[in-house]
C-alpha cells in the first residue's frame, strides 16, 4: 500500500503543477488581498502595524478556500474517483494523501510567501518570522477542514462557491488562535506558546477527523 499512497501523492502534485492552478493561483490571490489593504486602511504605518499579522491570516485563509473545489471534482468529472474507490487502499487514506498534496501545492506556497508580504504591511521583521510559523502550523487545518465541503459537493455541479460557505465557520476556530499566537509573540503579555498548543491541537485534530469525515461524504455522494 505504501507504493500506492507514494505513486498517489506524485499523481496529484503533477496534476496540480500541470493545470496551473494551485501554488500560482493561490499566492496570486495572496498578493493580491494584501496589496489591496495599505489601498484600504490608509497610509497608517503603525494601522498597518497592528493589523498586518490578521491581514496575512484572512489573505491565506481566502487563498485557500478558493482551490478547495478542485479537489475531488475533477477526478469525479473524469471517473478517476470512482476507479480510486475500488483499489486495496482505504478511501480515508487516499483523502488525507491528496488533501496533503493540496496543501503542499497551495498551503506551503502561501507559508513561505507571508514573510515577503509582510514587509508590505510594516510587519517587524521580528515578528514576520512568527506569521510563518503559526500559518506553517495552521494553514493544514484549514485545508483538511475544505476537503470535507469539497466532498460534500463533489456531485453537484458549480460547486466552487458552496464549498467556502460550508467550510468557513469551521475555519473560524484556527483563524482566532493564529491571529492570537502572532499577536501573543508581538505584543504579548501572553506568551505565544499557549495559543500556538491550541492551534497545533486543531490542526492535528483535523488530521485525524477531517479524512474521515470526507470518505464518508464521498461514499454518500458515489452512491
Known amino acids: 500500500m505504501t507504493g500506492a499512497v507514494a505513486a498517489l501523492f506524485r499523481r496529484e502534485i503533477r496534476l496540480s503543477l500541470r493545470v496551473g492552478g494551485g501554488a500560482m493561483m493561490g499566492a496570486v490571490f495572496f498578493l493580491i488581498v494584501v496589496a489591496l489593504m495599505p489601498f484600504a486602511v490608509g497610509p497608517d504605518l503603525n494601522l498597518l502595524k497592528r493589523v498586518g499579522p490578521a491581514v496575512l491570516w484572512i489573505g491565506a485563509l481566502l487563498a ?3 482551490g478547495l473545489d478542485r479537489l475531488f471534482q475533477a ?6 474517483l470512482d476507479l480510486l474507490t475500488m483499489t486495496e487502499t482505504p478511501l480515508v487514506v487516499i483523502v ?11 498551503g506551503l506556497p502561501l507559508v513561505l510567501a507571508a514573510p515577503l ?9 521580528a515578528a514576520l518570522g512568527a506569521v510563518a510559523l503559526t500559518l506553517l502550523v495552521g494553514t493544514p487545518a484549514l485545508t483538511f477542514l475544505g476537503a470535507i465541503g469539497a466532498a460534500l459537493t463533489v456531485a453537484l455541479r458549480r460547486g466552487g462557491l458552496l464549498v ?11 483563524l482566532i488562535f493564529g491571529v492570537g499566537a502572532t499577536d501573543a509573540a508581538i505584543t504579548g503579555p501572553m506568551p505565544m506558546s499557549t495559543p500556538l498548543l491550541v ?3 486543531l490542526t492535528l ?3 485525524v477527523l477531517a479524512p474521515i469525515a470526507a470518505a ?8
Do not use: C, Q, R, Y
Open 205 to 207: 485534530l483535523s488530521l
Open 75 to 80: 477526478d469525479h468529472e473524469d471517473g478517476s
Open 64 to 66: 485557500t478556500l478558493i
Open 164 to 174: 467556502p460557505v460550508t467550510v468557513l465557520p469551521l475555519t473560524v476556530p484556527v
Open 216 to 223: 464518508a461524504a464521498l461514499k454518500l455522494a458515489l452512491e
Open 96 to 106: 488525507a494523501v491528496k488533501a496533503i498534496a493540496h496543501w503542499v501545492t497551495t
Open 117 to 125: 508580504l509582510g514587509l508590505m504591511l510594516n510587519v517587524d521583521p
Open 199 to 201: 492551534l497545533a491541537g
